[in-house]
């Protein structure tokens, strides 16, 4: 019989092994004499349900974590007496071997930092980074509550931005839909009935009903390229190479290149002012944040780092790199005068990510009803090359 045996291997990572044994007692040991520090055994489900237990696992959530850990850490616990709880009342099983991970960590007599760079496909290296800094300062409370509030306004820009794009994106779906039943169903029906009247149409009408007889005549030919072609366009998108020229074609555009760049530098800046904040160097927070920019901004950010390694102030090196605006280059020389650059990071990108709010609520309002105009337009033009021909006809008449 077949056992999916996880736990713990000698570096403290969560590993899973299949196993064949008479019973989960023989799997454990098994596992035991293979050097894991077995958590759990349990027989290996097959077919669909192994696919939905094993496959569907849902990520660990980091922000919740620190909330729980900081508010346990409040009430007074220990760290390891905090880890012990959340253990305890965790239910899903990737969650619960993340933290034992880290609990068994801190046993073999590890800092909590190193505890958590063995699992580095969970905590980012920017954390850990927080982490080491506050161990040597003793704030693991307060740098807890700055990586809360860090994550927090992170994810409300991506919120913001997010909501700003739901409703466009609902108007060219419902939009697209409506035109394309018009152009596949009903232009059809209306080429039938001209054919038969035997009038001359307008020259955009007659293209109108040509096509109407085109989708008659070679339709699955058409919704087979279409098909291909949908599906091209979703297979590029998965591609880095795409997304990248797409990002590169993005960043040319006059207004929206300038605030994705301003995008960029704001959540360049607040994550600067945690680790600066936190307790760690400048030179050590700019090698940390450099996977955060675009690559056009990193050869900046590698300018910068030489120009400060030469001897030269933040605030100059940035700004003569293109790390600034002209916010920013002002807030870093009064963070360089009263040594509170943390502080002045951070105020940098509260400012800049209020300029973007106030940019996307008002872009947002000008697209949509620009949108919604000229989704309306285009239904109106099919709609009117169809009904022409009949309104020709009744004016004859009379």
Do not use: C
């Not at 960590?105 to 080491?132: C, K, N, W």
């Not at 605030?259 to 600067?272: A, N």
């Amino acid at each position: 019989m077949n056992f999916l045996v996880r736990g713990l291997n000698t570096a403290g990572r969560y590993v899973s092994l299949e196993l064949s044994a008479t019973s989960p007692q023989e799997a454990g040991r098994i596992g035991a004499e293979r050097g894991l520090r077995v958590l759990d055994v349990a027989p290996l489900q097959q077919g669909l349900a192994e696919f939905l237990k094993f496959s569907g696992k849902r990520k660990f959530s980091l922000l919740l974590f620190n909330k729980e850990l900081l508010a346990l850490l409040e009430a007074g616990l220990s760290i390891v007496e905090a880890l012990e709880t959340l253990i305890e009342k965790e239910t899903r099983d990737e969650s619960r071997y993340v933290l034992a991970s880290v609990h068994s960590g801190l046993h073999d007599g590890r800092t909590l930092s190193a505890a958590l760079e063995t699992q580095s496909d969970v905590f980012p290296d920017l954390y850990v980074s927080m982490i080491r800094a506050s161990e040597r300062s003793g704030s693991l409370a307060e740098s807890l509550s700055r990586y809360i509030a860090y994550q927090m306004q992170v994810y409300e820009m991506r919120k913001k931005v997010i909501s700003a794009s739901i409703y466009p994106l609902l108007l060219i779906g419902v939009g697209g839909m409506v035109v394309l039943f018009l152009l596949v169903y009903v232009i059809p029906k209306f080429s039938h009935i001209y054919a038969d009247s035997g009038r001359e149409l307008p020259t955009a009408s007659w293209l109108l009903m040509r096509w109407g007889e085109l989708i008659e005549q070679h339709g699955m030919l058409i919704f087979g390229i279409f098909g291909t072609l949908l599906a091209t366009a979703i297979f590029a998108f998965t591609r880095p190479g795409f997304r990248g020229w797409l990002r590169e074609l993005l960043w040319q555009l006059p207004v929206i290149g300038e605030k994705m760049r301003v995008f960029q530098l704001s959540r360049f800046y607040r994550t600067m002012g945690m680790l600066v904040t936190a307790g760690n160097s400048m030179m050590s927070s700019l090698d940390q944040v450099s996977s955060l920019l675009d690559v056009r901004l990193q050869a900046r950010l590698a300018d910068t780092k030489n120009q400060v390694r030469a001897g030269k102030p933040l605030s100059q090196s940035a700004e003569i790199s293109g790390l600034t605006t002209p916010v920013a280059a002002r807030l870093l020389r009064v963070g360089e005068r009263t040594g509170q650059m943390g502080k002045m990071m951070n105020h940098i990108a509260d400012f800049h990510d209020e300029e973007l709010n106030r940019w996307i609520e008002w872009a947002s309002r000008l697209f949509e009803p620009i949108l919604m105009a000229a989704i309306g337009i285009i239904v109106g033009t099919i709609v009117v090359l169809m009904y022409m021909p009949i309104f020709e006809l009744a004016g004859n008449i009379q």
